[in-house]
């Protein structure tokens, strides 16, 4: 019994990096009416940004979050909304859907072109967290069962996440105008609201919580490899399908058990 609450606990954080990803997935879709598969892509491209700003010109870790997170995961979602997926509004899902999956291989490739990475693996991914030392901050001190702080920053930012959201679309006029732009743009634009101008807003909404996740990610690995995130791509996909691609608690609640599964089996099957 005491292996599996272990196991349990020690899924929570990586589960929550699931249910991060299926958020952002599920929040666009809620939105705009759009499944972006280039999800992941924008989440390495916040990771990546946020390695060389931290790695390579050794800024310190607040200024280097804001960009990747809040300047850098933004603008790319404005450019794709801007520049794509607001002329596919009324195309057929498959169209959109090709679209996300050419986003998905080009961006990182734009990305690794643009910062010098070529094919060589970036190793150890700077955390959201001034140290990687993990008994700077251990809980529950002396118990079997511990989470670092890199682990414990990821299930605060999934937990702010949320509550974030569902203040969003239960208490304000924003989250309201978004849920009725998705359901009908032209009725949205007869009441004097610009459903283009709402859409931009959920696409930076959905873009910074892209950053956040790659930013959280990426110290899960050992290298920051594009491959890596396309893989949590498939694990959000299960979560998204969990909450009916429209119900955001369970969406979490999808992540959290299928991170906790996941643990839990590799913790009891044999490696052999």
Request: charged residues 15%; glycine residues 8%.
């Amino acid at each position: 019994m005491g292996h599996l609450l272990e196991y349990a606990v020690r899924g929570l954080p990586v589960g929550c990096v699931f249910a991060l990803l299926a958020l952002g997935l599920v929040l666009t879709y809620k939105t705009s009416g759009v499944f972006n598969l280039a999800f992941s892509a924008q989440a390495y491209a916040s990771a990546a940004v946020f390695f060389v700003l931290r790695k390579e010109h050794e800024w310190p870790l607040i200024p280097a979050a804001v960009v990747a997170i809040a300047v850098v995961g933004p603008l790319i979602g404005i450019a794709l909304e801007r520049g794509l997926f607001r002329h596919l509004r009324t195309s057929s899902p498959l169209a959109k859907l090709v679209t996300g999956l050419g986003l998905l291989i080009a961006i990182p490739e734009i990305v690794k072109l643009a910062f010098g990475f070529g094919d060589k693996p970036q190793y150890n991914p700077p955390p959201l967290w001034p140290t990687r030392r993990t008994d700077d901050f251990l809980w529950p001190k002396g118990s079997r069962i511990v989470l670092d702080a890199g682990q414990i920053t990821t299930i605060a930012s999934t937990i702010i996440v949320c509550v974030a959201l569902w203040l969003l679309f239960n208490r304000s006029a924003l989250g309201l105008r978004m849920r009725a732009v998705v359901e009908s743009p032209r009725l949205v634009a007869l009441q004097g609201v610009d459903p283009d101008r709402v859409a931009r807003a959920s696409w930076v909404l959905s873009s910074m919580l892209a950053g956040l996740a790659g930013v959280l990610i990426a110290p899960l690995f050992a290298a920051l490899v594009d491959q890596d995130f396309i893989t949590l791509l498939v694990a959000a996909l299960a979560c998204c399908v969990f909450g009916n691609l429209n119900n955001l608690p369970k969406t979490v609640l999808g992540g959290l058990l299928l991170g906790i599964l996941q643990q839990e089996l590799t913790g009891f099957l044999p490696s052999n």
